[in-house]
């Protein structure tokens, strides 16, 4: 009879070479664009200045230490709690709002009859995934363009008075809400679909056997088995709570200033305008310094408390 090799552990194979070879484009991308560029938290301690004939390194080394002083400036702006209110009360909205949307059209699709109709309005929902929000922003502006938009001019013709939607901040929460939704969901909506159709179908078999209906099985073999996927995405989305999307926030609604300040500044919006102005470059990278950290403590607190309650949910 044949010997079978043992393979000694710590030995190299042909399998980890491919492995490997598969990794490197990827490990090089966290490198270059993610690890590298992590040397420039500095620059929120320090009272940046660049000076000509000299390198970015340079500059930064030669700088002096500011200590604390930049994240004072933060502290003490005005704009700190409107920029953290709508930065978090958004966040918490798309990620209550969106999760369930997402979870409950992934179900409605995963219980259509047919195969064709369900790939055609899967395909529907997640092509506006693929849009710029650049390109959204002109199908929006479309919409509510003072002069020539297609609301304003269905007023016009009403007999109605023109709006000036882009100085009125009580409805774009609204829009902001909806854009997010529509452009948002169907990516969300295929994850819980793709977790769906994992499920064992002998599961589904034995409830009808059993007499279970649609909703009984939905609510009793479905969402217990996505139980995981929706933890573990509900983590991932708590810890971006201080992040936002920048060209839903900036884009849409033109450089978020103006009268709308208030209703659709946050803290994304706030560092880009302040980089456009006099501002320090200092200020403005302790205010991104503070916004990593938040994200780090969030995400490490919701896994923590998930963690409490169900630890094979858990993701750390």
Known sequence: MMKIKKRRRGSWSKNDTELTLLAVPTTVWYVLFCFMPMFGLIIAFKNYKAVGGRSFFSNIMHSEWAGLKNFEFLIRSNDLFIILRNTILYNLVFIILGLILSVGLAIMISLLHSRKNARIYQTLMF???FMSWVVAAYFVDAFLNMDNGMLNNMIRDSGGTPM???MMPKVWPFILLF???WKNT???????LSSISGIDSTLYEAAVMDG???RQQV???TLPCLKNVIIMMFILNVGKIFYSDFGLFYQITQGAQGSIFNAVATI???VYNALQSSTPIGMTSAATFFQSVSCCITILLANALVKRID???AII
């Open 127 to 129: 092509f506006p995934y």
């Open 164 to 166: 000036r939607w882009y």
């Open 179 to 181: 854009m997010q939704i």
């Open 186 to 192: 169907g990516y969300n909506m295929v994850i819980y």
């Open 212 to 214: 279970a209906s649609k």
């Open 219 to 221: 609510f009793y073999i």
């Open 268 to 270: 994304d919006t706030y």
């Open 311 to 313: 630890k094979d949910s």
